[in-house]
């Protein structure tokens, strides 16, 4: 079996470019993220296997949960997920979908890890560093752990950037021993 973000990615590609081709980007994240909430419910997630409702309700039934007003091209949309029995991929796809959204709007996430709480000056001047450092805008998550000693550690996707004094220490230690 083919993993959910196989198979949800050209889904996600092919909602993405059609929202954007529309200019409608933040609507539609804003519609698959709520349909993905509803299709999370288990009462919603055990409709989407019946045999006794049909795609045509199924996907009326996401489309009212996900968003009452939705336009043509989001009725298709969920009509071709229900036909193709991919309702219970929205969640994937909604993730896909602010993934490359992020991506064209060059947003980026960014964890902070520190030992103590970081105070929203400090928060919005390390914001503005990352968004010069990485030329893009950064959206910052903060999280705290006293573990860490002092310091703190910041990731995004694939990059991390360890600046704990618990780090530290490690390398001293393994320094020493070695």
Not at 79 to 108: G, T
């Amino acid at each position: 079996m083919a993993e959910k973000t196989t198979i949800a990615r050209p889904y996600a590609k092919a909602s993405f470019e059609e929202a954007k081709a529309d200019k409608r980007l933040a609507e539609w994240s804003q519609m698959l993220r709520t349909a993905a909430a509803a299709v999370r419910d288990p009462r919603v997630h055990d409709l989407l296997g019946s045999p006794s409702v049909s795609s045509e309700e199924l996907a009326q039934f996401v489309m009212e949960l996900a968003d009452p007003k939705i336009d043509e091209h989001g009725r298709n949309f969920f009509r071709i997920l229900a036909q193709n029995h991919r309702l219970a991929y929205i969640p994937e796809i909604s993730a896909l979908f602010d993934e490359f959204k992020d991506e064209a709007e060059r947003i980026v996430d960014v964890t902070v890890t520190s030992a103590a709480p970081i105070d929203n000056e400090q928060q919005q001047a390390l914001a503005k560093a990352l968004e010069r450092k990485l030329k893009r805008s950064v959206r910052l998550h903060c999280a705290t752990d006293p573990t860490l000693i002092g310091g703190a550690v910041l990731r995004s996707g694939d990059t991390v950037i360890d600046g704990s004094l618990l780090s530290r220490l490690k390398r001293i230690a393994f320094e020493l021993t070695a």
